[in-house]
Nanobody
Framework: QVQLVESGGGLVQAGGSLRLACAAS????????MGWYRQAPGKQRELVAG???????NYADSVKGRFTISGDFAKKTVYLQMNGLKPEDTAVYYC??????????????WGQGTQVTVSS
């Protein structure tokens, strides 16, 4: 089994910064992609940023220039530095990982989510 544990959410004023962290553990043979999604009340879950084990990254247009994803796949960790936060960034943020487990099966796992609230 694979576990993803997020940390770093909280309440911040508009224009402020937060850094989210996610650590993966369990029967992991290899990590292929790690990323962050978010879901605001009444909205669908959306991709915020993703990072491959080759170091390639991608971002939602709404966060480009403000958010930065980084990670250490050897340590099975990924981070999301969020600067210039806006009220519309308020959501539950979920860590996501595409993993090959030790049985050879490839699957996608989710963390439990961490709340980010940006006040105006």
């Amino acid at each position: 089994q694979v576990q993803l544990v997020e940390s770093g959410g909280g309440l911040v004023q508009a224009g402020g910064s937060l850094r989210l962290a996610c650590a993966a553990s369990g029967s992991i043979l290899s990590l292929n992609v790690m990323g962050w999604y978010r879901q605001a009340p009444g909205k669908q879950r959306e991709l915020v940023a993703g990072m491959s084990n080759l170091g390639t990254t991608n971002y939602a247009d709404s966060v480009k220039g403000r958010f930065t994803i980084s990670g250490d796949f050897a340590k099975k960790t990924v981070y999301l530095q969020m600067n210039g936060l806006k009220p519309e960034d308020t959501a539950v943020y979920y860590c996501n990982a595409n993993v090959v487990v030790r049985t050879g099966v490839r699957d996608t796992y989710w963390g439990q989510g961490t709340q980010v609230t940006v006040s105006s």
